[in-house]
């Protein structure tokens, strides 16, 4: 640990050019990131949850909903590594007065020291795979229990923090107690570390999701067709493969509508110039238009209102080797989903409903047959929704056993 934080001084120091036009450009991120941002007094003494993007941020939100109400007297602070994250998490900040929300500190002494101190956390929670070695390692220094929630380990992972075997072990066994998704993941952490691990399953399962009026949703945003596809987190190619799709729907008289939702919205102009070359006929969510074939959403939150009014959906970042996107919103509400076979980023969520045969999952070069397929095979996609909520039944006991791990080895005095 010594050679490591060694290092990173040593990096801080030569790159303090680099922060300096940073801070300059984004201040608001940037201090944060660098602990040197300032916070409100009564936040000292808070519970810590990091999350790294928009995907934890969800999963963590049910985690987040029972400990307000539980500790209503103390803070939470979420940190998280993403933008999207961030303005997710930001939601939560205007919902609990309690909470609130900032960048995790880069994992450097400095950065790392200073928001310890500021934030005084009496625990700090990490989720799934956010082992920053300075973050756990000062949350002991500091006298800060601490507790992973949702952990979960790659073979890659795995492979690599053998490869610094000592570290790993140290950061590891500086939590207090870890809470693990599969026995798989179980084993792999316990290689690293004789503390207590529990198998508690994935909370993502346990989706907090406000109900929907799916007529309401379509009046609102002038959908009319009786047969709509999402095509959610759409990532670069993706748009392409929608196109193909459409042109295919078109050429076989399938009458429908899609909703075309990206994962990142500073893409939009790139998505329209490639929609006009086209020749789609599409309108933006915010335009009002009322007659499209395609919608293309401009607005960020809006995703599982999408899947809400869809018939089929089609979840992103898993046709090219982007590591997909999380499943679970369009399982809610017990849509037939269709993935490509690039999702390791979400591998045990696809492979449950893979099991389950609530998922189908395809390359590329198949999406549109694959897709005309259950367009014209109802009982099939009948059979895939029922399967899709049957499976998040099946598993949504996980943040039950989460929060209780929380009170009872963290917080309960008594």
């Known amino acids: 640990m010594f050679l490591y934080k060694f290092l990173l001084y040593l990096i801080s120091y030569l790159s303090l050019p680099f922060f300096i036009l940073k801070i300059f450009n984004n201040p ?3 201090k944060q990131r660098l602990g040197l941002h300032k916070i409100p007094k009564d936040i000292a003494g808070c519970i810590w949850l990091h999350a790294a993007s928009m995907g934890e941020v969800n999963a963590i939100k049910p985690v987040i909903k029972k400990l307000t109400k539980k ?9 998280t590594m993403t933008k999207t994250g961030y303005e997710n998490a930001a939601q939560l900040t205007r919902k609990f007065p309690n909470v609130y929300n900032f960048f995790v500190p880069l994992d450097l002494p400095f950065a790392v020291k200073n928001t310890f101190k500021k934030f005084k956390p009496e625990i700090l929670i990490v989720t799934e795979t956010e082992l920053w070695p300075l973050l756990i390692h000062y949350s002991r220094k500091y006298g800060c229990k601490s507790i992973l929630i949702n952990g979960r380990m790659t073979e890659k992972s795995f492979r690599e923090y053998k490869l610094f075997d000592p570290i790993f072990k140290e950061i590891i066994s500086c939590f207090d107690f870890l ?4 026995k798989l993941d179980k084993k792999k952490f316990k290689y690293f570390t004789h503390k207590k691990v529990e198998v508690s399953g994935n909370i993502k399962f346990a989706l907090d999701i406000p109900s929907r009026n799916k007529e309401d949703i379509k009046k609102r945003w002038k959908v009319g067709s009786d047969f709509i596809i999402t095509l959610g987190s759409s990532r670069p190619g993706e748009e392409e493969l929608l196109i193909n799709l459409h042109k ?7 009458k429908h509508q899609i909703i075309l939702a990206p994962r990142h919205l500073e893409r939009l102009n790139e998505i329209k110039l490639l929609l006009k070359k086209e020749e789609v006929n599409f309108a933006t969510l915010s335009e009002n238009k009322n007659s499209f074939d ?3 959403i ?5 995703l599982v209102a999408a899947y809400a009014v869809s018939n089929l959906a089609i979840v992103g970042g898993s ?3 982007f590591g997909g996107h999380n499943p679970l919103e369009a399982a809610y509400f017990g849509l037939p989903i269709i993935m490509g076979k690039y999702y390791s980023s979400c591998k045990e969520s696809v492979e449950i409903l893979q099991k389950n045969c609530a998922i189908l999952i395809c390359d590329k070069d198949n999406l549109s047959k694959h897709s005309l397929h259950l367009i014209q095979n109802e009982t099939k996609r ?6 899709a909520l049957k499976t998040l039944e099946a598993n949504k006991e996980s943040l039950g056993k989460t929060v209780q791990l929380i009170n009872k080895l963290i917080f309960d005095k008594d």
């Open 294 to 296: 395609l919608l293309l």
């Open 71 to 79: 500790y209503s007297n103390k803070n939470i602070c979420i940190t």
């Open 319 to 321: 046709f090219y080797d």
């Open 248 to 254: 295919y729907l078109k050429e076989h008289k399938v």
């Open 28 to 30: 608001q991120q940037w």
């Open 298 to 302: 401009d607005k960020m939150g809006v």
């Open 179 to 182: 809470s693990v998704q599969t």
């Open 382 to 387: 009948e059979n895939m929704g029922a399967a």
